[in-house]
């Protein structure tokens, strides 16, 4: 009789025991879960705060009103016009149909009711620009001969109205228009112009391999599921047997590159100039390669930024890609190593 007592109370014992386990490895359980709940917001924050970054914008755009409102928000897509000038041309028409293309809309190249409605823009369209003293250390203007370039430390912008309209993706003519009171040389640092608000852009997500369209005279980036990212105008050889075709690959990668000039390759101007040696010309917007060389596995062969914006894909080059700056670094910073450039017709 005693044992069983024993027992009895022992098993009364256990039976009180056992509501207070279940309570504390149901807390224990909540709070697993809050610190996992947090570990996980502060991981995926910065994307979590995107997407509410992006929601805010579509909730804050407006309709479109004219074509320079057009190139901008295209260029804000990454969908190039070139440089932006309020004129509608064949460099805007080909961004709009890349655009469309990339959002699934009707492939017409015009500004239709279907793109209206899906391409929209967000203030401020346009910003004010205060220069500094950095601005005005940042220019000078280029010497006619090749011999006296060779001989500066750095290729700088030839005005500040060309380097407004460079950094602002513009014409400097549009720039002008823009500031119709402003006398470009009287400027001194702590003045103000107005530009559009075009940051720089950077393709997302990641670019698998480039496309160049020589009769289209257009180069295009795309995901490796085959997405167009980004798209912009190129300028290709003048000479039919200087252009590429088919698979090339980027073989190196420089910002800020310097140029090498060669006699045996610019024959006319080293005949010209009497030059007979080789020399380097230093980095800066006005190098004759811009501000980026992508090197290619074809020998002397590259895509570079250029000193003249403006006429990317209206003239032609020896034989290299030329790009406008500004998408220039946009796509030294979109491709790698060993990824296939691929040249057709």
């Avoid at 309209?165 to 103000?192: K, M, R, V, Y």
């Amino acid at each position: 009789m005693p044992k069983k007592t024993t027992t009895q109370r022992a098993s009364k014992s256990r039976r009180h025991k056992r509501p207070q386990a279940r309570w504390t490895k149901h807390w224990l359980t909540r709070i697993i879960a809050a610190l996992i709940t947090a570990a996980a917001v502060y991981y995926y924050w910065p994307q979590l705060r995107s997407l509410t970054d992006v929601s805010k914008h579509q909730l804050s755009a407006r309709a479109i009103n004219d074509t320079a409102e057009l190139q901008i928000a295209l260029a804000r897509e990454g969908f190039s016009p070139g440089s932006i000038d309020g004129a509608s041309g064949s460099q805007t028409r080909a961004a709009l149909l890349a655009y469309q293309t990339s959002h699934g809309l009707p492939r017409s190249g015009a500004f239709d009711a279907d793109t209206a409605q899906f391409l929209q823009i967000q203030e401020p369209v346009f910003i004010t620009r205060r220069l500094g003293t950095e601005d005005f250390a940042a220019i000078g203007r280029k010497p006619p001969s090749w011999r006296a370039r060779g001989e500066l430390d750095r290729m700088r912008y030839n005005s500040l109205l060309e380097m407004v309209a460079e950094q602002a993706q513009c014409d400097p003519d549009f720039i002008t228009d823009l500031n119709p009171s402003i006398n470009w040389h009287q400027l001194a640092a702590g003045d103000s112009v107005r530009i559009p608000n075009v940051p720089p852009f950077r393709v997302q997500p990641a670019a698998a391999y480039v496309q160049i369209r020589l009769s289209k005279r257009t180069l295009r980036v795309f995901s490796a599921d085959h997405r167009l990212l980004f798209h912009c105008p190129v300028s290709i050889a003048r000479r039919v047997d200087k252009r590429p075709s088919g698979e090339l690959r980027v073989k190196v990668r420089v910002d800020q590159p310097n140029y090498t000039f060669n006699p045996a390759i610019l024959t006319g101007t080293a005949q010209r100039e009497g030059i007979t040696n080789k020399f380097m010309i230093q980095p800066g917007p006005n190098n004759p390669v811009g501000t980026v060389w992508i090197g290619l596995n074809l020998p002397s062969y590259g895509i570079h930024g250029t000193p003249e914006p403006e006429k990317v894909g209206r003239t032609e080059s020896s034989g290299c890609f030329r790009l406008a700056n500004w998408n220039a670094q946009t796509l030294l910073d979109a491709v790698h190593l060993d990824m296939p450039i691929y040249i057709e017709p």
